[in-house]
């Protein structure tokens, strides 16, 4: 007994055209992201690392050392 798809499920030949959609579409001229939440995660950690180095030197400075 074969198991059927699913009707919510996109067929292979919608999966493949969409596929090839996206290869399709190019980056902006300038940009060194290909994926939004990669830029995203990007900046977050860029924000989190500049902040802890403020932090830490605020803390030193307190410190005395």
Same mark, same amino acid.
């Given at each position: @007994?074969?198991?059927?798809? +699913?009707? !919510?499920? +996109?067929?292979?030949?919608?999966?493949? *055209? *969409?596929? *090839?959609?996206?290869?399709? *579409?190019?980056?902006?001229?300038?940009?060194? !992201?290909?994926? +939004?939440?990669?830029?995203?995660? !990007?900046?977050? @950690?860029?924000?989190?690392?500049?902040?802890?180095?403020?932090?830490?030197?605020?803390? !030193?400075?307190? @410190?005395?050392?």
């Amino acid at each position: @007994m074969a198991l059927r798809r +699913p009707s !919510f499920l +996109p067929s292979l030949d919608e999966l493949e *055209q *969409q596929a *090839q959609d996206r290869s399709a *579409q190019t980056a902006r001229k300038g940009s060194q !992201f290909d994926h +939004p939440t990669a830029k995203y995660l !990007f900046v977050v @950690m860029l924000a989190v690392t500049v902040v802890a180095h403020v932090v830490a030197g605020v803390v !030193f400075l307190v @410190m005395g050392h």
